[in-house]
């Protein structure tokens, strides 16, 4: 399981405010250009993902990939780290969506915003690979909800 509880700071606690994170996404996309951060966020979130997956003993023999992401959930949602809320998972024969909601790159994101989630992406997308034993590429998908802190993403098999 992942620490969720003042187990890695024990004055401060083991979270941190949105703003500090968004402070920091802001940063290396000012200092490094947006795409080559992107590439790098989506990369650590790709290890992340895989370090869950392992933790939380998940494999391929559920062979039920929406159940083993909605367990994720547990994990990064309100009962976890917050990273976001998996609100909806379908597996079709061509890709994986998953549907998550208020990701920590949206927070506070204004009407008409273009912001992507490469952190969010990255730590599902490593989550599923380790899972299916296989790599995906993934793609955030454009939804007309995503000022309301909702988005999807799209997981193919490569």
């Known amino acids: 399981m992942m620490a969720t509880s003042n187990t890695l700071r024990p004055q401060l606690g083991d979270f941190v405010n949105v703003m500090d994170y968004k402070a920091l996404l802001d ?19 790709r290890s992340y993902g895989k370090k869950i997956a392992k933790a939380l003993g998940e494999s391929d023999e ?5 159940t083993v992401l909605k367990r994720l ?9 917050r990273l976001c809320v998996i609100e909806e998972v379908s597996q079709q024969e ?42 995906h590429q993934g793609r955030q998908v454009p939804v007309a ?14």
């Open 27 to 45: 940063g290396i996309e000012e200092n490094m250009g947006s795409k080559t951060a992107a590439v790098i966020i989506l990369a650590a979130g």
């Open 62 to 66: 559920t062979k039920d990939l929406p």
């Open 73 to 81: 959930n547990t994990n990064l949602g309100e009962e976890g780290t």
């Open 94 to 135: 061509a890709f994986i969506r998953v549907k998550v909601v208020e990701p920590i790159e949206m927070s506070g994101e204004t009407v008409g915003s273009t912001r992507l989630c490469p952190f969010t992406m990255g730590v599902l997308g490593g989550f599923i690979d380790q899972v299916m034993q296989k790599r």
């Open 145 to 158: 909800e995503q000022i309301n802190l909702q988005t999807e993403f799209e997981f193919t098999p490569l």
